[in-house]
């Protein structure tokens, strides 16, 4: 679901074209790119047959030579702009992947400090995206 949502989003694959991948880059690695990471999955206690998911959304980009991190937090906040849309701010909205929709009941993102990846020197934004949605 948040693959397909990012692919679908043009302020996305503008800065990191079709760059998303689940769990790990592909070895070389062309930057910037996203990775996702699902952490969790439950039922929710307070709203009857929904989900409560968590995933790690990872921005990676090159440091650049002087360091620059603008392409990193660029990705960031177009992601960060795609998810975060908390229940009072927003009505539920539908997504599809593959032949299955759902009802996002509210998204929000947290996260989002700048890291400097100690084994590859890459910039990495580590985002939290937690939604609440029902099968549709």
Not at 29 to 51: E, F, M, Q
Not at 89 to 98: D, E, I, Q, R, V
Not at 111 to 119: E, F, M, N, W
């Amino acid at each position: 679901m948040i693959k397909k949502h990012l692919l679908d989003t043009p302020a996305v694959t503008s800065l990191v074209s079709t760059r998303v991948y689940i769990d790990e880059q592909p070895d070389p690695a062309t930057l910037p790119s996203i990775t996702i990471h699902p952490t969790s999955g439950v039922p929710d206690k307070t709203v009857a047959g929904a989900t409560f998911t968590r995933t790690q959304v990872s921005c990676w980009s090159l440091p650049g030579k002087p360091k620059n991190p603008k392409p990193v937090e660029t990705v960031a906040a177009a992601v960060r702009a795609v998810f975060h849309k908390p229940r009072f701010n927003s009505l539920p909205y539908k997504l599809t992947a593959g032949t299955t929709t759902y009802k996002v009941i509210t998204s929000q993102v947290t996260g989002g400090v700048r890291l400097i990846d100690p084994t590859t020197g890459w910039y990495h934004i580590p985002l939290d995206i937690e939604i609440l949605y029902n099968e549709v």
